[in-house]
Protein backbone atom coordinates (compact mmCIF):
# COMPACT_ATOMS: atom_id res chain seq x y z
CA UNK A 1 0.00 0.00 0.00
CA UNK A 2 0.88 3.49 -0.73
CA UNK A 3 1.62 5.75 2.03
CA UNK A 4 -2.05 7.93 1.04
CA UNK A 5 -3.71 4.79 1.19
CA UNK A 6 -2.94 5.21 5.59
CA UNK A 7 -4.47 8.62 5.46
CA UNK A 8 -7.84 9.79 5.60
CA UNK A 9 -7.28 12.75 3.15
CA UNK A 10 -11.21 14.23 3.83
CA UNK A 11 -9.55 15.90 7.25
CA UNK A 12 -6.85 17.53 5.57
CA UNK A 13 -5.64 19.81 5.51
CA UNK A 14 -4.82 19.47 9.26
CA UNK A 15 -5.03 21.62 12.19
CA UNK A 16 -1.12 21.79 13.23
CA UNK A 17 0.21 25.54 13.66
CA UNK A 18 2.38 26.65 10.53
CA UNK A 19 5.72 24.93 11.04
CA UNK A 20 4.67 22.01 13.95
CA UNK A 21 7.08 19.37 13.63
CA UNK A 22 3.96 16.85 14.68
CA UNK A 23 3.22 16.30 10.55
CA UNK A 24 7.30 15.22 10.12
CA UNK A 25 6.34 12.69 12.91
CA UNK A 26 2.75 11.28 10.85
CA UNK A 27 5.20 11.54 7.47
CA UNK A 28 7.54 9.58 9.47
CA UNK A 29 5.06 7.08 10.84
CA UNK A 30 3.43 6.31 8.06
CA UNK A 31 6.39 5.64 6.10
CA UNK A 32 7.43 3.16 8.85
CA UNK A 33 4.13 1.24 8.27
CA UNK A 34 4.49 1.24 4.58
CA UNK A 35 8.30 -0.21 4.47
CA UNK A 36 7.31 -2.93 7.04
CA UNK A 37 3.91 -4.12 4.82
CA UNK A 38 1.56 -4.23 8.25
CA UNK A 39 -1.79 -4.52 7.00
CA UNK A 40 -4.32 -1.51 8.17
CA UNK A 41 -6.36 -3.55 9.62
CA UNK A 42 -3.92 -5.37 12.02
CA UNK A 43 -2.69 -1.69 13.73
CA UNK A 44 -4.94 0.12 16.56
CA UNK A 45 -3.25 3.24 17.29
CA UNK A 46 -5.03 5.26 20.71
CA UNK A 47 -4.28 8.47 21.37
CA UNK A 48 -4.97 10.99 24.16
CA UNK A 49 -5.85 14.70 24.38
CA UNK A 50 -3.37 17.13 22.98
CA UNK A 51 -1.58 18.34 19.79
CA UNK A 52 0.14 15.64 19.13
CA UNK A 53 -3.28 13.70 20.00
CA UNK A 54 -4.83 14.45 17.12
CA UNK A 55 -2.39 12.50 14.95
CA UNK A 56 -4.74 9.40 14.88
CA UNK A 57 -7.78 11.70 13.11
CA UNK A 58 -5.85 11.41 10.18
CA UNK A 59 -4.37 7.89 10.06
CA UNK A 60 -7.09 5.14 8.67
CA UNK A 61 -6.48 2.41 11.27
CA UNK A 62 -8.13 1.42 13.94
CA UNK A 63 -8.11 4.29 16.04
CA UNK A 64 -9.19 5.04 20.11
CA UNK A 65 -9.38 9.22 20.87
CA UNK A 66 -9.43 8.89 24.35
CA UNK A 67 -9.28 11.51 27.41
CA UNK A 68 -6.22 12.81 28.37
CA UNK A 69 -3.37 10.99 29.80
CA UNK A 70 -5.12 7.58 29.57
CA UNK A 71 -4.12 6.61 26.16
CA UNK A 72 -1.80 4.07 27.63
CA UNK A 73 -4.47 2.25 29.97
CA UNK A 74 -7.10 2.02 26.59
CA UNK A 75 -4.07 0.49 25.04
CA UNK A 76 -3.42 -1.87 27.09
CA UNK A 77 -6.96 -2.93 27.21
CA UNK A 78 -7.16 -3.34 23.32
CA UNK A 79 -3.83 -5.37 23.69
CA UNK A 80 -5.25 -7.61 26.65
CA UNK A 81 -7.89 -8.66 24.59
CA UNK A 82 -6.27 -8.58 21.17
CA UNK A 83 -2.69 -9.57 21.56
CA UNK A 84 -2.01 -9.80 17.94
CA UNK A 85 -3.12 -6.53 17.03
CA UNK A 86 -0.17 -3.87 16.48
CA UNK A 87 -0.61 -0.85 19.04
CA UNK A 88 0.75 2.20 18.57
CA UNK A 89 0.50 5.22 21.47
CA UNK A 90 1.06 8.65 20.08
CA UNK A 91 1.50 11.10 23.03
CA UNK A 92 2.60 14.68 24.27
CA UNK A 93 4.49 16.12 26.96
CA UNK A 94 1.33 16.26 29.71
CA UNK A 95 -0.39 13.37 28.42
CA UNK A 96 2.19 10.91 28.73
CA UNK A 97 4.42 12.37 31.78
CA UNK A 98 2.28 14.65 33.82
CA UNK A 99 -1.26 13.10 34.04
CA UNK A 100 -0.05 10.45 32.29
CA UNK A 101 3.03 9.55 34.20
CA UNK A 102 1.76 6.81 36.38
CA UNK A 103 0.14 4.50 33.23
CA UNK A 104 3.77 5.74 31.24
CA UNK A 105 5.77 4.38 33.83
CA UNK A 106 4.01 0.94 34.70
CA UNK A 107 3.39 0.47 31.13
CA UNK A 108 7.22 0.53 30.57
CA UNK A 109 7.55 -1.99 34.00
CA UNK A 110 5.22 -4.50 32.17
CA UNK A 111 6.79 -4.40 29.30
CA UNK A 112 3.51 -4.68 27.49
CA UNK A 113 4.37 -4.92 23.59
CA UNK A 114 3.08 -1.32 22.50
CA UNK A 115 4.92 1.40 21.01
CA UNK A 116 4.73 4.83 22.32
CA UNK A 117 5.81 7.79 20.51
CA UNK A 118 6.16 10.73 22.68
CA UNK A 119 6.09 13.46 21.04
CA UNK A 120 8.38 16.20 22.65
CA UNK A 121 7.95 20.25 21.68
CA UNK A 122 8.30 21.02 25.49
CA UNK A 123 4.82 22.82 25.75
CA UNK A 124 1.15 22.73 26.24
CA UNK A 125 0.26 23.46 22.97
CA UNK A 126 -3.15 23.15 22.67
CA UNK A 127 -4.12 24.59 25.86
CA UNK A 128 -2.39 28.09 25.93
CA UNK A 129 1.33 27.23 26.06
CA UNK A 130 1.24 26.04 29.73
CA UNK A 131 4.94 24.73 30.86
CA UNK A 132 5.21 21.05 30.71
CA UNK A 133 7.27 18.26 32.79
CA UNK A 134 9.70 18.82 29.57
CA UNK A 135 10.16 22.41 29.30
CA UNK A 136 12.66 22.20 31.47
CA UNK A 137 14.18 25.50 33.95
CA UNK A 138 14.25 28.31 33.11
CA UNK A 139 12.35 28.34 29.87
CA UNK A 140 9.25 31.17 29.47
CA UNK A 141 5.54 30.06 29.17
CA UNK A 142 2.25 31.58 29.64
CA UNK A 143 2.10 29.75 33.16
CA UNK A 144 5.65 30.93 33.74
CA UNK A 145 5.84 33.91 32.60
CA UNK A 146 9.49 35.04 35.03
CA UNK A 147 10.77 31.50 33.99
CA UNK A 148 9.79 27.78 34.75
CA UNK A 149 11.54 26.84 38.03
CA UNK A 150 10.73 23.02 37.07
CA UNK A 151 13.34 20.71 36.17
CA UNK A 152 12.38 18.81 33.24
CA UNK A 153 12.51 15.00 32.88
CA UNK A 154 14.33 12.83 30.51
CA UNK A 155 12.24 10.61 28.93
CA UNK A 156 14.86 8.71 28.03
CA UNK A 157 16.50 7.99 31.50
CA UNK A 158 12.79 7.78 33.07
CA UNK A 159 12.14 5.02 30.53
CA UNK A 160 15.30 3.55 30.68
CA UNK A 161 14.65 3.35 34.77
CA UNK A 162 11.35 2.20 34.51
CA UNK A 163 11.93 -0.58 32.53
CA UNK A 164 11.22 -0.03 29.13
CA UNK A 165 13.13 -2.87 26.61
CA UNK A 166 13.23 -0.52 23.36
CA UNK A 167 14.10 3.16 23.88
CA UNK A 168 15.36 5.89 20.84
CA UNK A 169 15.24 9.61 20.59
CA UNK A 170 15.56 11.73 17.51
CA UNK A 171 14.18 15.01 16.09
CA UNK A 172 11.83 16.12 13.57
CA UNK A 173 15.04 17.85 11.84
CA UNK A 174 16.07 14.06 11.60
CA UNK A 175 13.09 12.09 9.33
CA UNK A 176 14.89 9.81 8.42
CA UNK A 177 15.49 8.46 12.25
CA UNK A 178 12.11 9.05 12.68
CA UNK A 179 10.86 6.48 10.07
CA UNK A 180 13.95 3.76 11.24
CA UNK A 181 13.65 4.06 14.82
CA UNK A 182 9.17 3.62 14.59
CA UNK A 183 10.00 0.74 12.52
CA UNK A 184 12.64 -0.91 15.38
CA UNK A 185 10.09 -0.06 17.87
CA UNK A 186 7.14 -1.51 16.47
CA UNK A 187 8.89 -4.66 15.52
CA UNK A 188 10.24 -5.13 18.83
CA UNK A 189 8.22 -7.47 21.52
CA UNK A 190 7.85 -5.30 24.39
CA UNK A 191 7.52 -2.14 25.57
CA UNK A 192 8.62 0.61 22.89
CA UNK A 193 9.56 4.52 24.05
CA UNK A 194 10.24 6.51 20.66
CA UNK A 195 10.74 10.38 22.06
CA UNK A 196 10.57 12.66 19.20
CA UNK A 197 11.44 16.17 19.95
CA UNK A 198 9.57 18.57 17.78
CA UNK A 199 9.41 22.09 17.28
CA UNK A 200 6.75 24.36 18.56
CA UNK A 201 7.02 27.82 17.44
CA UNK A 202 3.68 28.85 17.86
CA UNK A 203 3.96 28.89 21.87
CA UNK A 204 7.38 27.52 23.09
CA UNK A 205 9.56 29.01 19.98
CA UNK A 206 8.11 32.23 20.36
CA UNK A 207 8.24 32.49 24.53
CA UNK A 208 11.80 31.28 24.09
CA UNK A 209 13.17 33.86 21.77
CA UNK A 210 14.09 30.84 19.58
CA UNK A 211 12.20 32.12 16.68
CA UNK A 212 10.21 30.33 13.72
CA UNK A 213 10.32 26.57 12.82
CA UNK A 214 13.51 27.40 10.81
CA UNK A 215 15.39 28.29 13.50
CA UNK A 216 14.10 25.52 15.50
CA UNK A 217 15.21 22.82 13.48
CA UNK A 218 18.59 24.36 13.27
CA UNK A 219 18.52 25.21 17.33
CA UNK A 220 17.62 20.64 16.74
CA UNK A 221 20.44 19.63 14.47
CA UNK A 222 23.15 22.19 16.59
CA UNK A 223 22.26 20.86 19.82
CA UNK A 224 22.08 16.83 19.31
CA UNK A 225 24.03 14.71 18.28
CA UNK A 226 24.43 10.89 17.67
CA UNK A 227 25.05 8.36 20.79
CA UNK A 228 29.05 8.79 22.29
CA UNK A 229 29.67 11.04 19.45
CA UNK A 230 33.10 12.91 19.55
CA UNK A 231 31.27 16.21 19.74
CA UNK A 232 29.15 15.18 23.01
CA UNK A 233 32.78 14.24 24.39
CA UNK A 234 33.48 17.91 23.45
CA UNK A 235 30.15 19.35 24.63
CA UNK A 236 28.47 17.17 27.84
CA UNK A 237 25.29 19.65 27.38
CA UNK A 238 24.40 18.09 23.95
CA UNK A 239 21.58 15.80 23.78
CA UNK A 240 22.36 12.20 22.34
CA UNK A 241 19.82 11.19 19.32
CA UNK A 242 19.97 7.01 18.71
CA UNK A 243 18.81 3.91 20.14
CA UNK A 244 19.34 3.59 23.75
CA UNK A 245 18.15 0.16 24.98
CA UNK A 246 17.47 -2.68 22.77
CA UNK A 247 16.48 -5.76 24.96
CA UNK A 248 14.72 -8.88 25.27
CA UNK A 249 12.48 -10.16 28.62
CA UNK A 250 9.17 -11.69 28.92
CA UNK A 251 6.17 -10.09 27.00
CA UNK A 252 3.27 -8.91 29.71
CA UNK A 253 0.83 -10.65 27.42
CA UNK A 254 2.85 -13.85 27.00
CA UNK A 255 3.07 -14.34 30.40
CA UNK A 256 -0.41 -13.40 30.92
CA UNK A 257 -1.57 -16.57 28.50
CA UNK A 258 0.78 -18.59 31.12
CA UNK A 259 -1.13 -17.42 33.50
CA UNK A 260 -4.28 -18.38 32.37
CA UNK A 261 -2.96 -21.85 31.64
CA UNK A 262 -1.64 -22.85 35.17
CA UNK A 263 -5.53 -21.50 36.56
CA UNK A 264 -6.75 -23.91 34.22
CA UNK A 265 -4.84 -26.87 35.01
CA UNK A 266 -2.55 -26.92 32.30
CA UNK A 267 0.92 -26.48 34.20
Request: aromatic share 8%; net charge positive.
Amino acid sequence: MAVKDFLRERFFPHLWCPGCGHGTVLNGLVRAIEELGIRKSDIVMVSGIGCSSRISGYLDFHTLHTIHGRALAFATGVKMSRPKLNLIVPMGDGDALAIGGNHFIHACRRNIDITAIVMNNRIYGMTGGQYSPLSGYGAAATTAPYSNIDHTFDVVELSKAAGATFVARTTSYHPKEITKYIKKAIQHKGFSVVEIMSQCPTYFGRKNKIGGAVEMLEYMKDQTTPIDSKAKAENPDLIERGIFVEKELPEYCEEYEKVIERAKGGA
